[in-house]
Every structure is written in structure tokens, then in C-alpha cells.
């Protein structure tokens, strides 16, 4: 069975790093491109950033270029998102992403809150 599972949000201040994972089970992980999405309250959830299976080529929503970094580790089968330079604005439910077949998958999500 599929799975994705976040972990690494919290609160943090202004100006502040968290870095999330998602660790995947249930198919060929380094087969498939990985996304991470958030939603923030209100918000329709939007992407934040995508890596490729092979090449590990990124992109990035413009907001979070030069701040987020995502990544993968294939032999772990776990994706991360470092962010940096943290803005209230961020503060969303993070969520972990992967198409296989056609079809969606999500994990569960986890918050991140950005505030002093």
C-alpha cells in the first residue's frame, strides 16, 4: 500500500529554517518525480516544488526560489524540504506529493507556523 508520511513542522520566528521530510513506502520510489504542495487557511493548496526521479532536476513557485530547497534520497526513499528565510506568509499545511498511475497521492500533511 502506498504511503507518505510528513514530518518536521512546528513554529518557528521569523527569519527561521525548518526542514520537512516524507517518507514514502509502497512503490518504486526513485522511479517516480516527487512534489511538495501546502495549503494555508482559506488558500487553495498550491505547489511549492517538484523533483524529478531521475536527474533530480528541480523547480520552485517563484515565492520560494532562493529560500526552499527541496531533495531526495533514493536509497532512504524520503524527500525533504529545507526552508529558509521563513515569512508568516508560509505558514500553511505542507504536503507531500507523488502521481503514480494517474493518481494523486498524499500524505497526511504537517503545519508550519511561521510567527514571533
Known amino acids: 500500500q502506498l504511503q507518505l508520511v510528513e514530518s518536521g513542522g512546528g513554529l518557528v520566528q521569523p527569519g527561521g529554517s525548518l526542514r520537512l521530510s516524507c517518507a514514502a513506502s509502497g512503490f518504486t520510489f526513485s522511479s517516480y518525480a516527487m512534489s511538495w504542495y501546502r495549503q494555508a487557511p482559506g488558500k487553495e493548496r498550491e505547489l511549492v516544488a517538484h523533483i524529478t526521479s531521475a536527474s533530480g532536476s528541480t523547480n520552485y513557485a517563484d515565492s520560494m526560489k532562493g529560500r526552499f530547497t527541496i531533495s531526495r534520497d533514493n536509497c532512504l526513499n524520503t524527500v525533504y524540504l529545507q526552508m529558509n528565510s521563513l515569512k508568516p506568509e508560509d505558514t500553511a499545511v505542507y504536503y507531500c506529493?507523488?502521481?503514480?498511475?494517474?493518481?494523486?497521492?498524499w500524505g497526511q500533511g504537517t503545519q508550519v507556523t511561521v510567527s514571533s
Open positions: 506529493n507523488v502521481v503514480v498511475r494517474l493518481h494523486d497521492y
